[in-house]
T-cell receptor
Framework: DVKVTQSSRYLVKRTGEKVFLECVQDMDHENMFWYRQDPGLGLRLIYF???????EKGDIPEGYSVSREKKERFSLILESASTNQTSMYLCASRSRVRSPLHFGNGTRLTVT | KNQVEQSPQSLIILEGKNCTLQ??????????LRWYKQDTGRGPVSLTIMTFSENTKSNGRYTATLDADTKQSSLHITASQLSDSASYICVVSAGNNAGNMLTFGGGTRLMVKP
């Protein structure tokens, strides 16, 4: 079974802090994704990566950056956290275009 | 603009009863449609995929249908169990590029009561 592991289940950060969310997958998937999930808005794509060192903006990239130095690891960075970035963050990976997304269990981030 | 609308937003049913969740989409060009189940505190898990040529597909007590003409899909749950309590998310894929054009519905939150 594919395993996607997110480093933290819960995080509480202060406004202006730099925040790192880490995601690791163990199935050698090329494609990795970061989403945020908010009530009433569903999942929204922040960034995705289809290869090492490659990244593409999703629908809501503002305020975020990503890093993919190794195939199995995809990091989401909040350069200066703001309260409107309080949300559930979900990482996902998949092997091919028509394969299902495999999600981690999410990181609930609270910015105060 | 690609959109996926799900209804109802939430649903409460008694254990053992059946229910049907709806997904309407305006995604072009259509590639496939997936239903995901998301348990509380967990990430979504794929239940089934529907492609253009498929009308019906079953996965245990879950049956998905697709009407590509009306751009509607449904997920029918038979003989519901308490473990079916979850959010169900419809995701439609557009087939015009590398395939990262996924449009997510807002989900239906299902609660099954004993």
């Amino acid at each position: 079974d594919v395993k996607v592991t997110q480093s933290s289940r819960y995080l509480v950060k202060r406004t202006g802090e730099k925040v790192f969310l880490e995601c690791v997958q163990d199935m050698d998937h090329e494609n990795m994704f970061w989403y945020r999930q908010d009530p009433g808005l569903g999942l929204r794509l922040i960034y995705f990566s289809y290869d090492v060192k490659m990244k593409e903006k999703g629908d809501i990239p503002e305020g975020y950056s990503v890093s993919r130095e190794k195939k199995e690891r995809f990091s989401l960075i909040l350069e200066s956290a703001s309260t409107n970035q309080t949300s559930m963050y979900l990482c996902a990976s998949r092997s091919r275009v028509r394969s299902p997304l495999h999600f981690g269990n999410g990181t609930r981030l609270t910015v105060t | 603009k690609n959109q996926v609308e799900q209804s109802p937003q939430s649903l409460i049913i008694l254990e053992g009863k059946n229910c049907t969740l709806q997904c309407n989409y305006t995604v072009s060009p259509f590639s496939n449609l997936r239903w995901y189940k998301q348990d509380t505190g967990r990430g979504p898990v794929s239940l089934t995929i529907m492609t253009f040529s498929e009308n019906t597909k079953s996965n245990g007590r879950y049956t998905a249908t697709l009407d590509a003409d009306t751009k509607q899909s449904s997920l029918h749950i038979t003989a519901s169990q308490l473990s079916d309590s979850a959010s169900y998310i419809c995701v439609v894929s557009a087939g015009n590029n590398a395939g990262n054009m996924l449009t997510f519905g807002g989900g239906t939150r299902l609660m099954v009561k004993p």
